[in-house]
């Protein structure tokens, strides 16, 4: 096993949806990549998603319930049980494209001395709608 994606949720079962669908349909080897759902907010509707797409996916899922909220621990719940070699973070409401992961472990096989890589995220709010709190001047970073 290669990676294990870790997908920390809190009651938002149609944007994890989403989520979970972009995942499995990557283009990658479906055995070498986990997909492991941690429910901070034990929501059974997130747990029907997860079942749903599971049934359809080709690589291994696995949904596990943090009962101690806060993204902390159920990161740190999702990372226990990975079978990975590498861990990459997803959140609940993120879309990625189908060559994420491939891109994602590109600088791994470049310098061994790779610790840990990001990319960029760019935001999408319902109908360009941008909430009070998020300034344009911080859409650069």
């Given at each position: ?14 944007s ?90 590109k ?19 319902p ?15």
């Open positions: 096993m290669n990676v294990s994606i870790v997908i920390c949720t809190y009651k938002r079962p149609q994890l949806k989403s989520t979970l669908e972009s995942v499995v349909r990557l283009d990658f080897d479906s055995h070498a990549f986990e997909v492991i759902v941690v429910d901070n907010g034990c929501d059974a509707e997130s747990n029907a998603v997860f079942e749903e797409v599971r049934l359809r996916a080709k690589c291994r899922m696995a949904y596990v319930r943090e009962e101690t909220l806060g993204l902390s621990y159920a990161r740190n719940k999702g990372v226990s049980l990975a079978l990975g070699d590498r861990v990459a973070f997803l959140d609940d409401d993120e879309l990625v494209p189908t060559d994420w992961l491939s891109e994602l472990l600088p791994f096989g470049i310098d061994d001395r790779v610790g840990c890589v990001g990319g960029r995220i760019v935001p999408v709010f109908d360009n709608t941008y909430p009070s709190w998020y300034s344009r001047d911080i859409q650069g970073f």
